[in-house]
């Protein structure tokens, strides 16, 4: 399936979940969040949140600004 | 462990004893009162931005000299290469973190925006920010009271950027927004307040905290806005992009506190002519012919 991760289109195998996309991005245990789809999953559901084709995850955290 | 104390911590109510040793004052120094926002109190009335540092170090100086308990940070998509944190430096520093929405244009991206800075922040405060055009950053009122009204509803002390229009100001705080933060002049142009008269119009009438947001370029705006009845300014650029940060940002706390101490107590009203400060009766009957020299 493919997905798109901040972004950027990957390939990955189906059961992939959202807590296994943001270790790859990140080992930070706190200051990061994650919407699929344009919808916030709390941290709580990273773990039970499987992706499927065409998904679209964004991976925030806070930054200098304002 | 915090490096600065606030001093809504060292406030004892009821205590009246003036002759406690430095650094434990009972009660705040006029112009420092804590500013309440929604249910959270502020030891400092100035509210500081992140951006525009040019390192975390100088950032970190710049925000210990402002005095500042409430800090203002971006969400952006995690970039695994940066290398720091905004958020370590304010967790070291004891400063609370405002999240904003800033690079939203619609009140839907908004509303997401503020919904994930709680989820990673752990914090319901949000500085909305819509804007309307990418070169005066301008806020787009519709966008913005309409996010502003689903963000109240989902529970968020909303904090919202606003043009200096009274009557935009007030259909914010009728919608529940906690401040309001109307714009001096458009961020990081340093241009000062270019409409004072809209901005007494707001603090007039306001039943909630104003607060400055953008246009400070250095300390006598700030003192302005806090002599225009404003509670508290939000600065960024003037700060983290002057040649000297931790010096601007000692300059700005201290134009806060002149600022709200020449509010309360009151100016004297402007003149078209001169009124003598010296007794007008009683002047010798001098000679006005007589030579300055003899």
Redesign the interface.
Known sequence: MRIRV??RERSESAGLTLAQVVAG??DAV??????VN?N?V??SRWDTTTLGDGDRV????????? | MPEHRTTADSTTAGTTDTATAAGTATTAQPGAEPLTIGGSTFGSRLIMGTGGAPSLEILRSALLASGTELTTVAMRRLDPGTQGSVLSVLERLGIRVLPNTAGCYTAGEAVLTAQLAREALGTDLVKLEVIADERTLLPDPVETLDAAETLVDDGFTVLPYTSDDPVLARKLEDVGCAAVMPLGSPIGSGLGIRNPHNFQLITERAGVPVILDAGAGTASDVALAMELGCDAVMLASAVTRAQHPALMATAMRHAVQAGRCAWQAGRIPRRHFAEASSPVGGVADLDPERPAFR
């Not at chain 1, 706190?30 to 919407?35: L, S």
């Open positions: 901040n972004g991005v990140t706190g200051g990061v969040a994650a919407a344009e916030v709390p941290r964004e991976i925030l955290t806070a930054v200098q600004g304002g």
